[in-house]
């Protein structure tokens, strides 16, 4: 496994941004798939965004497409989430995740298919 630590969230305005960074350390970053999952208030978690081992392919969940962008710094061993034009209904914990298997390719859009999370990082968008 890997021990991931999410950072950036925050209280925003609709239409604001926010920068969501996840630090992991203790295997080789590179890879593998990370994700991004989110989870509402009495909502199931659910998947956001993925991306692929090398960062060459990404996959949205259709509510943030255009608003949302994933990248990853594998020197850094980062994945980093942009939020534009937030809505309110993007308020929730966002947690970040990396793929069981390393050098998956396709869509990983299941939580099973990840085996580590990181503690959750809160982000609230007022209207």
């Known amino acids: 496994q890997v021990q991931l630590v999410e950072s950036g969230g925050g209280l925003v305005q609709a239409g604001g941004s926010l920068r969501l960074s996840c630090a992991a350390s203790g295997r080789t970053f590179s890879s593998y798939a990370m994700g991004w999952f989110r989870q509402a208030p009495g909502k199931e978690r659910e998947f956001v965004v993925h991306i692929t081992w090398s960062g060459q392919n990404t996959y949205y969940t259709d509510s943030v497409k255009g608003r949302f962008t994933i990248s990853r710094d594998n020197a850094k061993n980062m994945v980093y989430l942009q939020m534009n034009s937030l809505k309110p209904e993007d308020t929730a914990v966002y947690y970040c995740?990396?793929?069981?298997?390393?050098?998956?390719?396709?869509?990983?859009?299941?939580?099973?298919?990840?085996?580590?999370w990181g503690q959750g990082t809160q982000v609230t968008v007022s209207s």
């Open positions: 995740a990396a793929d069981r298997n390393p050098y998956r390719v396709g869509v990983i859009w299941n939580s099973g298919d990840y085996d580590s």
